[in-house]
């Protein structure tokens, strides 16, 4: 029998660029070996918790060795009993999920097929992207056009940006203004058969979101996402849906069980859900909250963020997903070094992804990068600008 000899956790950083990357510095890598020494890869969430997943991590991995790795159900569910604070922390979910990532990658070698391929099989030939992290250091409208513009000419279809610069909770009147300015000019510089989607970051109260929802509309956005603070805040996106019910919602990103969605979906709060394989258990859990969307007629826009392993395992989950909307992309606006973390980068074709028919993930981990780049440490920290923040953008430009 097969069996779970160990489970190596890499957090990688190249922290002289680190800053330089439009979004987090680190990325938390677990490698999950066999006894007969096949290797599969999962990735967590890092932000500022790093060092405390990479301990979650190491009591997953207490756990796991000796495992059969196959048995992914039974393995979640006898984690589920014994951790007892899964549905509740954060640290334990992405934990589990990066590692649930990881057997999924090893069957796949094992059968020498691709996930989606044991996921439903090829639905989607090819994924439609939107860019993210394009606006680095982007304050007026100009400078969001300019880069607008070359999104545009790397094929990119749909972009995604936040243009509330330095605003949370509240958002004074020019604040509003800085930021309709910033999407017109966007608007205006990509034309109307580009997508462009609204991100908030969940950073306001609900009086400030409804004034911004309202300005938003004119744009046709495809989604505004997170426009309320992100704490299953029920009545605040009622009152959001009310007031402007053409315009589509889109949360989830920091959902953690499919018990999570279903309390969104059931209340018909959201257009558009956005879990992410990392923190929502991986394919396990994608593969649960997917059959929930549907059967409320719910198209998904995973959250795709942190590294290449997920942006790997997401696109393998897009592929075998019918009610897919569109999906994120950082990939391209990465910092080489997170790039270089795997060696064959499933390439941009004209805003689209094809998702290679090769087993597990479909890439190959660079190991040498993984050694090379470990980082024992945190996130960087900085007062002036959230870590959430594309860097260089926590700024107004009207001179109040
Ligand atoms: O939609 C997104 O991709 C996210 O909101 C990112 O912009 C955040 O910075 C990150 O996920 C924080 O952990
Ligand atoms: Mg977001």
Redesign the pocket.
Known sequence: MVTIKDIEIYSVSDLATARASP?ASVSIIVRVVTGDGQVGYGEAVP?LRVNQVVRAIEEVRRFMIGKDPFRIEYLFREWYKHEFYISRSFEAVTAYSAVDIALHDLLGKYLSAPIYQFMGGLVNEKIKAYA?GWYNDCVTPDDFARKAKEVVSMGFRAMKFDPFGPYFDQMDEEGLEEAVERVRAVKEAVGKYVDILI?T?GRFNVNTAIKMVKAMEQFNPLFI?EPVHPDLNFEGLAKIKAVAPGVRIAVG?RIISVEEALQLLERGLVDVLQPDITNALGFTGMGRIRALTETYGIELAP?N?FGPVQHAATLQFDASTYNLLIQ?SFYEFWPQWKRDIINNAIKLEDGYYRVPNRPGLGVDVNEKALTEMRFEGMEPFHEEEPV?VIKGTWKRYKQS
Do not use: P
């Open positions: 979004w932000t993210n991100e970051h996402e990103e959250h963020a994120e959430w």
